[in-house]
């Protein structure tokens, strides 16, 4: 999507190894979001941010870091990756906290063997 | 917690019928309601926002309406096309909250 990119695309993992994922926009928005879906659990919440250096929690952040030391860049950090987070991430950005609507990016598959 | 529901949740038409996606969420405190595409192994893509004042929006052949009070909203496609065969979403984003909930999905096919 135009404005927001993620990287990488794909990623193989192996079991216990750190991975991080960045998220880059050029929206100059305020809020920044990581999500992750699963077959049968749709899209869920991982961590947000709310500027730089200001992050929270979302339903399902156990296991996950997240780093925002720049308006435009947002990092997910898997501390020591394990098989249930092979996952397709998700980043999102909002101007209001999502009054305005969100974007999102075009998502990070990640496979952990 | 809010919950959001989409029925059907696969649905296959042929080329040019209409046809009207559902969603439903349980707490009416929301600042808008926004529609998704998401074809497979893509990201997804916002098709339209109704924020919680309005009652409708439309983009080409398509329609959105809320009826917030009710926790319902109705995604509406005129003449559908093969190329709208993909995966609606729509999610809430809930007032005082820093989240956007989710419906899992209506699966799409159009058949020519």
């Known amino acids: 999507d135009a404005g927001i990119t993620q990287s990488p695309r794909h990623k193989v993992t192996e079991t216990g190894t750190p991975v991080t994922l960045r998220c880059h926009q050029t929206e100059n928005h305020r809020y920044m979001y990581w999500y992750r879906q699963d077959p049968g659990h749709g899209l869920r919440l991982i961590h947000y941010?709310?500027?730089?250096?200001?992050?929270d929690k979302g339903e399902v952040s156990d296991g996950y870091s997240v780093s925002r030391s720049k308006t435009e860049d947002f990092l997910l950090t898997l501390e020591s990756a394990t098989s249930s987070q092979t996952s397709v991430y998700f980043c999102a950005i909002s101007d209001f906290g999502g009054v305005g609507g969100y974007t999102f990016g075009s998502g990070t598959r990640l496979t952990v063997v | 917690k809010q919950e959001v529901t989409q029925i059907p949740a696969a649905l296959s038409v042929p080329e040019g019928e209409n046809l009207v996606l559902n969603c439903s969420f349980t707490?009416?405190?929301?600042?808008?309601l926004q529609w998704f595409r998401q074809d497979p192994g893509k990201g997804l893509t916002s098709l339209l926002l109704i924020q919680s004042s309005q009652r409708e929006q439309t983009s080409g052949r398509l329609n959105a309406s809320l009826d917030k009070s009710s926790g319902r909203s109705t995604l509406y496609i005129a003449a559908s096309q093969p190329g709208d065969s993909a995966t609606y979403l729509c999610?809430?984003?809930?007032?005082?909250?820093?989240?956007?909930?989710f419906g899992t999905g209506t699966r799409l096919t159009v058949i020519p």
């Open positions: 707490d009416s405190a929301i600042y808008n």
């Open positions: 999610a809430v984003t809930q007032t005082g909250a820093n989240n956007l909930f």
């Open positions: 941010s709310y500027g730089v250096k200001d992050t």
